[in-house]
């Protein structure tokens, strides 16, 4: 499209157009922090979209979830996902977002006087990587997901096995 080098070559989000283009054969396997907060938001979205509704079965609602992103503008440039896909990582993103809302609000409850939200964060982090062994690395969803009600009630339920069930732990 570009000439490699020219003055017209455009960058997005820190990556030439080359750089997001999956090479031909090869499926696109990264994720960007982009599609990943246009898949929270469609989360967001339909689950609390009243005539969708969440009491829906879970492929019909991750995939109206995965029609979203597909439809996103914010994402014209990259190759479109995959219903499975999305559904994989809607999978990560939820299993990664409730074990740190839980390391983070361990880390909140151990917080004494003087102590910055920075350093709530890297106690957080800290607890999360010694659980896991591995680095928390989707504080951008995390921050769009804090406050729904899912990761509020996970935060406060930790550990109920009785608890309702999520879609995605059956795959």
């Given at each position: ?10 960058t997005l989000m820190g ?155 059956g795959y």
């Open positions: 499209m570009f000439e490699e080098g020219s003055e017209d070559e455009v990556c030439t157009q080359d750089e997001v283009k999956p090479k031909v054969g090869l499926s696109q396997k990264k994720w960007f922090p982009k599609e990943d907060i246009v898949l929270v938001r469609a989360w967001l979205n339909t689950n609390k979209d009243h005539v969708i509704g969440n009491d829906q079965q879970c492929q019909s609602f991750l995939k109206q979830i995965a029609s979203y992103v597909a439809i996103s503008p914010q994402l014209d440039y990259l190759p479109k996902r995959e219903h499975a896909k999305c559904k994989q990582r809607w999978s990560k993103v939820n299993k990664s977002v409730t074990k740190f809302v839980g390391c983070y609000k361990t880390a909140t409850t151990h917080k004494t006087s003087g102590q910055s939200e920075d350093d709530v964060m890297k106690l957080a982090y800290e607890i999360y990587y010694n659980d896991t062994k591995k680095k928390f690395n989707l504080e951008h969803t995390w921050r769009k997901l804090r406050y729904d009600q899912k990761w509020c009630e996970a935060a406060t339920i930790k550990g109920n096995k009785n608890a309702k069930r999520k879609c995605v732990d």
